[in-house]
C-alpha cells in the first residue's frame, strides 16, 4: 500500500477510521527525512493491513504543532486512536519492522486501562 498524505481536513478520520496508522512527520529540506522516506515506503509494503502516512511539517504546521513535534522525521504510531509510539529521528529498517510487529502484539485493553488510569490522575 502506497503511504497517504494526511492534512489538517482528514488527519481525525484517518487515525478514526483504521486501527493502525504509522505516521511520518517530515519536511522536504530534511536530509534525514529523505533517507529515511524509502525505507518508510518499503515497510509499508510489508504490512498491508496498517496506513502509512506522511506529515509534511511544512505545509502542515498547525497538525504537526498540535504533536509538539520538535524535530524530524519524526513517527508515531497510532493504534485504535491511541498514540502507542511516537520518536523522533530516522530508523533502520530492521528497527522499524520490528517496532510495528511489537506495536501489533500489544494488548490494547491494558494499554486502554493505562490511558484511563493516566487521565483520572491528571484529573485530581
Known amino acids: 500500500m502506497a503511504t497517504i498524505e494526511l492534512n489538517k481536513e482528514n488527519f481525525q478520520q484517518v487515525i478514526s477510521d483504521n486501527d493502525m496508522?504509522?505516521?511520518?512527520?517530515?519536511?522536504?529540506w530534511c536530509g534525514p527525512c529523505?533517507?529515511?522516506a524509502p525505507i518508510f515506503e518499503k515497510v509499508s509494503e510489508q504490512f498491508p493491513d496498517m496506513v502509512f502516512a506522511k506529515v509534511e511539517t511544512d505545509q502542515q504546521q498547525e497538525l504537526a504543532g498540535?504533536?509538539?513535534?520538535k524535530s524530524?522525521?519524526?513517527?508515531?504510531?497510532?493504534?485504535?486512536?491511541?498514540?502507542?509510539?511516537?520518536?523522533p529521528g530516522m530508523l533502520p529498517e530492521d528497527h522499524l519492522v520490528e517496532i510495528l510487529g511489537k506495536a501489533s502484539a500489544l494488548d490494547m485493553e491494558?494499554?486502554?486501562?493505562?490511558?484511563?488510569?493516566?487521565?483520572e490522575e491528571q484529573a485530581n
Not at 21 to 28: H, L, P
Not at 110 to 119: F, G, L
Request: charged residues 20%; proline residues 2%; aromatic residues 14%.
Open 72 to 87: 524530524i522525521p519524526t513517527l508515531m504510531i497510532f493504534r485504535e486512536q491511541i498514540i502507542i509510539f511516537s520518536q
Open 21 to 28: 496508522v504509522i505516521v511520518d512527520f517530515w519536511a522536504s
Open 110 to 119: 491494558d494499554i486502554r486501562k493505562e490511558v484511563a488510569k493516566q487521565s
Open 34 to 36: 529523505k533517507t529515511f
Open 66 to 69: 498540535s504533536f509538539q513535534i
